[in-house]
């Protein structure tokens, strides 16, 4: 027997989104669909599916799949679109609530037409991110470790907002080999829990590009958490200033850090494009 999902179509700067709500009542069991929902020809289509549920440590909990089915742990501009939803179907009318992820609780806050979102301290140690480039034992950064792919070098920084990534710097981020050299990185053996991957190029110090290869998407328009990564490895390599605006093809993120131990605060659009209904 079929059943009918009902669904919000969102993106946060491009990040291609996908809400189900499930805290007025219980949703039906949409996990064995999530990669028919995420398919752009026989589903809805996204990069990340937000699924919405109560929680008993903040306002809301928001579980995360990516197209391929993998759940994963954070997603900075579902974050962002998060509230929005909130706001706009009645379920708060604050400027800010706690949303609890598999990388913790997250706050975002209502600021003008944007949402600014605390997105924690980034996690340094290589143990942790998790990376095997470094010394395990260190309590790190890694920044420009060696990391050797398709008979090629390159130098690597790799930092986890949550979920693990790692960040290679280019002349030209259009040029740059994201959707060849991407999914090698993601399920290289330096990563045990495959990796997000940014391509970066530097403008000025307070202006960078990025490009991002999404584990278990590949490449999206933006991501939140990375141009977060790709900030706190920008200010580690000393290359930009403390407050940085991200070029991404989506649209523009703003990031802020004051240093190691301290949270990184993201700031951007979120919107909604339609809603709508889907047999499962």
Known sequence: MSTKLRFTKMHGAGNDLVVLDG?????????????RLGDRRFGIGFDQLLVLKPSK???VRMEIYDADGSQVEMCGNGIRCVLKYLRDNGYTTKDSVTVETLAGIVT???QGELVRVDMGAPVLAPAKIPTRLGDPASPGPVVDAEL?????SFRATCVSMGNP???LYVDDVDAAPVETLGPKLEHHEAFP???NV???QIVSRTRLRQRTWERGTGETLACGSGACAVAVASMLRGVV???VEIELRGGTLAIEWAGPGQSVFMTGPAATVFTGEIEI
């Open 23 to 35: 805290l007025r009542a219980p949703l039906p069991a949409f996990e064995p669909h999530v990669r």
């Open 57 to 59: 440590q903040a306002d």
């Open 108 to 110: 975002p806050r209502w």
């Open 148 to 152: 050797r792919a398709e008979g090629q």
């Open 165 to 167: 990534h790692c960040v």
């Open 193 to 195: 829990n495959r990796v």
């Open 198 to 200: 940014e391509f970066v």
């Open 241 to 243: 200033d403390r407050r």
